[in-house]
């Protein structure tokens, strides 16, 4: 079975850290990019950062650039978020997605809440 399973969210409090999981199972993350993307409460799903597996090239949103890092591991198959100094407004369930280089195929995870509350 395709698809991609997100683990990891949970309460954290402001200025702390979490690091969310995406495992892929059923096809290999190779030739993809991957993406992490949220959604807070009645706003839309927007991107944060992805990263391209051929080369390991990254790219992070300015809302959280320097402080979420995207990382892959190939053993596992799966990425990871990295999320320090968590502000409220990081309060979102995020997603990850993968999609190939040329669009053909793309593949979503169900999602995982982050809560960043004191």
């Known amino acids: 079975q395709v698809q991609l399973v997100e683990s990891g969210g949970g309460l954290v409090q402001p200025g702390g850290s979490l690091r969310v999981s995406c495992a892929a199972s059923g096809f290999t993350l190779d030739y993809y990019l991957i993406g992490w993307f949220r959604q807070a409460p009645g706003k839309e799903r927007e991107g944060d950062s992805c990263i391209r597996s051929s080369d390991g090239s990254t790219y992070y949103a300015d809302s959280v650039k320097g402080r979420f890092t995207i990382s892959r591991t190939n053993a596992k198959n799966t990425v990871y978020l990295q999320m320090n100094s968590l502000k409220p407004e990081d309060t979102a369930v995020y997603y990850c997605?993968?999609?190939?280089?040329?669009?053909?195929?793309?593949?979503w995870g169900q999602g995982t809440q982050v809560t960043v509350s004191s």
């Open positions: 997605k993968a999609v190939t280089v040329l669009g053909e195929r793309q593949y």
